[in-house]
């Protein structure tokens, strides 16, 4: 008995599904497309911040020496210098692989708004790779060739660098 009525289960579940499988996969299919719209058409829109908090020393100095000799200003660029050292840029400009969909100039505005900064106005510091990659300049970075993709990152870290340093 209990067979039977399994059986019935089982029958009637592939029964409904061959009536309604294509409700099913329309409604499927409709909400797959609203999502894929909806994520292309948003703006991008990522932003980070940090706030440094430093401490002075709690422990009174009789009681412990303080193992820091340097002031405050000093230890804060010198986290500085080491967030926006030319291998770490250039690691997250590689690992990030650029924009691939923008253009090489959008990339490289892009990257000198970020550090407020222009191509314009440090064109004579980068002028030697960018008169390379300058022809490209239209090109859509994912349609580069493996060298010019690593000029034109080569450009976005210089334009980091200089404004940082």
Not at 97 to 107: A, G, I, K, M, R
Not at 133 to 144: D, H
Request: net charge neutral; glycine share 4%; proline share 2%.
């Amino acid at each position: 008995m209990a067979n039977q009525q399994e059986g019935v289960g089982v029958g009637r579940f592939v029964e409904i599904w061959s009536r309604r499988k294509w409700i099913a996969v329309v409604a499927f299919l409709v909400t797959l497309s609203l999502a894929a719209s909806i994520s292309t058409f948003l703006p991008d829109a990522y932003r980070s911040t940090v706030t440094l908090l430093v401490e002075s020393q709690q422990v009174p100095s009789e009681i412990v020496r303080s193992t820091v000799t340097s002031g405050v200003e000093r230890r804060v660029q010198t986290i500085a210098q080491a967030i926006l050292s030319r291998e770490r840029l250039e690691g997250l400009i590689k690992e990030f692989s650029l924009y691939q969909d923008l253009t090489v100039e959008e990339n490289l505005t892009f990257f000198a708004t970020v550090f407020n900064t222009t191509i314009e106005e440090n064109y004579d510091l980068i002028k030697d790779i960018y008169q390379q990659i300058e022809p490209f300049k239209t090109r859509k970075a994912g349609a580069l060739s493996g060298g010019m993709k690593q000029k034109l990152a080569l450009t976005s870290t210089h334009l980091c660098l200089i404004n940082s340093i």
